[in-house]
């Protein structure tokens, strides 16, 4: 890590952080999740595992970093040397390089789609049944795969700038749009006929829908929309000033991924049942249901346009964080430029992406225990290997950290948090690690 590097204010870092939770965890992925999942009663899941786990762990990677003032693979270092616990550095590593793989590919789906919506503003095109729309889109192997690239290079570009000039200037501006937008497109969502059925489906919970692989996947959402058990937060928090507070921006970061979750269960669900599609639809779901409630509003296609855009820039605020930590680790290792590493490591992600890219078209017929490449990534990652990062930095940060440090660096710039330290402690050391192993066991059928 380049020793320049840090975030210029306390918002900045909140809103870097809350656009590296936020994302497609939130945005793309949470509605259709929950869909297949069973509604109201994963929604319940996933808060208790958010506010219990997520948050915990998010403060635990903020301590590690701020303490220490160093990336994901030399914090625990120099917290641990000579030991094996830097592993779970490049195992976040390892992870956000995977996870960015086939995340760049939703990234160019959305290009595409911007693509689409202008061609239809100028009358180029006009596309109206946009179920047949995804499918064409993710079926079409060379437009998929330059729109992959796109992505990769805007994200490159932006990293490779660093993190003031890059990553928490446009960060300022485009998370506060996206939550405006969201408010309009609920209003109208919620305007529509039949519309109280999607809410019943979203908030009400039914447990008899709950299945072992909900709860699993449940924890497994709360991590991906967290962006916790993969070091991104780590670090992140190493470029923030010793005189702020962490619980602040714990706090704002959780409630805010909470709040833009809720946002897109309400934009989404009850025009799910308005417009007559299953919620059960997958991750085509967004890009099926959204365009088709914009056009119930007047200058609909505007704001579509709108829309994609800014959900284009907060999937790319997470792009940021997956290959930053790549890029931070290396440059700190290995001493080589910022730039230099950003596009070798960008380039590297754009050909692992590639299969993934093609899962829906020419690799369509290679499946893993039933699952496409696309969908094997995105299992692999948000359900083994998130929540193995998670069970690790638990316990190497309530076993192995010093607690005079933890607590320290929890009150740091706070007063009267003895209580909030000495739970968020006891559910570091004991309640989280145990629901990890018991989820982790239960999805395998082994209690």
């Known amino acids: 890590m380049q020793q320049d590097e840090q975030w210029s204010s306390k918002i900045g870092f909140i809103l870097a952080s809350a656009g590296s939770a936020i994302g497609l965890g939130a945005i793309w992925k949470l509605p259709y999740v929950t869909g297949m999942s069973g509604g109201g009663a994963f929604i319940l899941l996933f808060l208790i595992f958010s506010l219990l786990i997520g948050f915990p762990l998010l403060l635990g990677e903020f301590v590690i970093g701020r303490s220490t003032g160093k990336e994901a693979i030399s914090a625990y270092k120099t917290i641990a040397p000579r030991t094996k616990w830097h592993w779970i550095g490049y195992l976040g590593v390892f992870t956000c390089f995977l996870l960015l793989s086939f995340y760049s590919v939703i990234g160019g789906w959305i290009i595409q789609y911007l693509y689409y919506n202008v061609a239809d503003l100028v009358g180029a095109s006009s596309n109206v049944d946009y179920e047949a729309l995804f499918g064409s889109t993710v079926s079409n192997p060379v437009p998929v795969v330059i729109s992959q690239g796109i992505f990769l290079v805007i994200t490159i570009y932006v990293v490779a700038r660093g993190v003031q000039k890059g990553i928490e200037q446009i960060s300022k501006i485009l998370m506060p749009a996206l939550f405006i937008l969201f408010i309009i497109l609920i209003f109208r969502s919620l305007t529509l006929n039949n519309a109280m059925e999607g809410i019943s489906f979203f908030l009400k919970p039914d447990f008899s829908r709950l299945t072992s692989d909900s709860i699993l996947y449940a924890m497994g959402q709360s991590f991906f929309s967290l962006s916790v058990g993969v070091s991104v937060m780590v670090t992140y928090s190493s470029y923030l000033s010793k005189k702020e507070s962490i619980l602040q921006p714990a706090l704002s970061v959780v409630f805010m991924n ?90 590297a992600i754009f050909l692992v992406g590639i299969p993934s890219a093609l899962s829906f078209s020419t690799l369509s017929d290679i499946t893993f225990f039933g699952k496409s490449i696309f969908d094997s990534a995105d299992f692999l990652v948000s359900n083994i290997l998130m929540p193995t990062g998670a069970l690790f930095i638990s316990i190497f940060v309530s076993f192995k950290m010093k607690k005079d440090l933890l607590r320290s660096e929890l009150i740091q710039g706070s007063k009267g948090l003895n209580l909030i330290f000495t739970v968020w402690f006891l559910l570091m050391r004991f309640v989280v690690p145990v629901v990890i192993i018991i989820v982790f066991l239960d999805s395998l059928e082994l209690i």
């Open 258 to 347: 909470l709040f833009i979750s809720l946002l897109a269960g309400l934009a989404i669900f009850p025009a799910v049942f308005s417009l007559g599609f299953e919620p059960t639809a997958g991750p085509g779901l967004l890009f099926i249901v959204l365009p088709s409630v914009f056009d119930q509003i007047m200058f609909g296609k505007w704001f579509l346009l709108f829309f994609l855009a800014l959900f284009l820039f907060a999937t790319l605020t997470s792009a940021f964080s997956m290959l930053e930590i790549v890029v931070a680790a290396l440059t700190s290792k290995k001493g080589k430029g910022r730039t230099a590493t950003s596009w070798m490591m960008g380039a």
